[in-house]
């Protein structure tokens, strides 16, 4: 499972992809209005910030599948390579998957059942996005879906991946590694969340304090001058 971070604020993409293996950002339209900046420029700061070889989702905000259309042209063009376009799941989101999967990738957000991701992924999206915790959090079984989805995907061989979103615990993330979701994105809040531990945290004081009882604050380079 590969790991993307789901924000649009510039100085956490850059504190999480300086410590944390980030195969992208994914934005949607919340996101990007909270940081209250110039569409453009926030965009572009972005791109700028991860580079050109990270992956970069942008969702559209056309009411109609031409309009979805022209604003994914538009956008990949000031993004570049590695735009994948993020587009709402329903009929106008289908349609515009269906022109727009034969010029970039397409990301299908806001799924919340297996069918849309099934349609998703046969009008030709890269990813579906399945959100996981708001379903979990109505007992609707997030995690399973996501689970479903990724499975049912890899059954019929379709070319389309998991990205599941939308996740408030390491449980779920943990349950969706096992059940096959290929990507998560996840807030930046996540990350240590997933990478830290007691024991851990625990069993590395134990080495420090073990160290310095011999060596005191030498550090291995001082030691090997
Ligand atoms: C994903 O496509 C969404 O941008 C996001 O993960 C939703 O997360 P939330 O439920 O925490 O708002």
Redesign the pocket.
């Known amino acids: 499972m590969r790991y993307m971070i789901?924000t649009a604020n510039i100085e956490e993409i850059k504190d999480i992809i300086e410590f944390f293996p980030i195969e992208g950002v994914?934005t949607?339209p919340?996101?990007v209005s909270k940081e209250k900046m110039d569409f453009k420029t926030l965009v572009t700061g972005i791109r700028d910030v991860i580079g050109p070889d990270r992956v970069f989702f942008v969702q559209l905000r056309g009411d109609t599948a031409e309009e979805m259309i022209e604003e994914a042209r538009a956008l990949k063009k000031l993004i570049g390579d590695n735009y994948v376009a993020k587009i709402p799941m329903g009929r106008a989101g289908l349609k515009a998957v269906m022109t727009l999967s034969k010029e970039m990738p397409c990301c299908v957000?806001a799924i919340c059942s297996r069918q849309q991701a099934m349609l998703a992924a046969r009008a030709g999206a890269s990813f579906v996005?399945p959100?996981v915790?708001?379903l979990d959090n109505i007992g609707a079984g997030g995690v399973e879906i996501a689970c479903d989805i990724a499975g049912m995907l890899d059954h019929y061989g379709l070319p389309c991946e998991v990205v599941g979103?939308?996740f408030k615990n390491v449980d779920q993330v943990q349950e969706c590694a096992m059940g096959g979701c290929h990507v998560v994105?996840l807030?930046a809040e996540m990350f240590d969340m997933l990478a830290s531990h007691p024991l851990t945290d625990s069993g590395i004081a134990g080495f420090d304090k073990d160290w310095k009882a011999f060596y005191g604050e030498n550090k291995i380079l001082d030691l090997l001058k």
């Open positions: 789901d994914t949607n919340t996101l957000t996005a959100y915790n708001r979103a939308s994105t807030k």
